[in-house]
């Protein structure tokens, strides 16, 4: 198992279990009790868990979300996916406000070569396009969260208010049917609101992970979402709970599914466009 697994895995076990065992891990893991006390040295470092003899404590709170070192470490190859399908949603010319997280700055790295103007909600996503050729990068006013690095305060949401976007790409904590759209941090709930408030297309992105999760603070209902783009682990019944609230959702496939499409098996639906 490569270190990056190792570590998603550890993340998955502490949300469950107030502690962990290093014994223990590197019998599940099988690998040396060494290379799970490195790991959880790392998790130490970005705040995940106080590290103590034979173990570690969890530190996550229930009611807050991973560092972003952390989240930026899960579902990668399913992130790149969802933003290179957002790209293709995209038209050369759009003005589009960026929400803040790792999905979307997965989505700043598919866009870069476009032309597009661009509002991003964090510096993580505003570095990586201040060198794109073809990018208007628009910045706005406001407080920068310590680690997640994203833009929150009334200066913040009075930027957003004097603008108009085509599209917002917004990230979330939770989506599902019954709780809508969520989120762990109350002041990036007032910055969702104000974004999706100043957009005539609003498209969600998440892995199929979040609809397992409802966060502390409401954003929206699922009538405010145009589309969502996720991956195939999407649950059945919130696939269909979106579709029937008029919801475009936008499935993107692992390598191995569109292998098995190509031998000639049918693929689950990409899309599923509201009828």
């Not at 570590?7 to 279990?17: H, K």
């Not at 989240?71 to 957002?86: F, M, N, P, S, Y």
């Not at 505003?126 to 910045?139: D, G, I, K, N, T």
Request: charged share 25%.
């Amino acid at each position: 198992m490569e270190s990056a697994d190792r570590i998603r895995a550890i993340m998955n076990a502490l949300r469950t279990s107030d502690s962990v065992s290093v014994a223990e891990l590197a019998l599940a893991y099988g690998v040396s009790e060494m290379t799970i006390r490195r790991d959880l040295d790392e998790l130490a470092q970005q705040g995940v868990v106080r590290r103590v003899r034979g173990g570690a404590l969890s530190l996550l709170l229930r009611g807050e979300e991973p560092p972003f070192g952390v989240r930026e470490r899960e579902a990668v190859d399913v992130k790149r996916r969802i933003g290179a399908e957002v790209a293709a949603l995209l038209a050369d010319g759009e003005a589009v406000l960026l929400d803040s997280g790792t999905t979307t700055l997965e989505v700043a790295r598919a866009v870069r070569e476009r032309r597009l103007t661009i509002l991003p909600l964090a510096l993580w996503a505003a570095q990586e396009l201040a060198s794109a050729p073809r990018v208007r990068l628009v910045l706005p006013g406001g407080e920068v969260r310590p680690g997640e690095l994203n833009f929150v305060g009334p200066l913040t949401e009075s930027s957003l208010r004097s603008l108009r976007f085509d599209t917002a790409v917004i990230g979330c904590c939770g989506l599902s049917a019954e709780h809508g759209l969520t989120a762990h941090d109350l002041p990036e709930v007032a910055i969702k609101q104000a974004a999706i408030a100043s957009a005539r297309r609003v498209v969600v992105v998440c892995d199929s992970g979040k609809f397992t999760r409802t966060a502390f603070g409401a954003v929206c209902g699922l009538d405010r979402l145009d589309v969502v783009v996720t991956d195939e682990g999407i649950p059945r019944e919130q696939h269909d709970a979106l579709v029937a609230a008029g919801v475009t959702v936008r499935t993107v496939h692992s390598p191995q599914a569109a292998t098995i499409t190509a031998a000639g098996t049918a693929p689950a639906s990409v899309s599923s466009p509201v009828t």
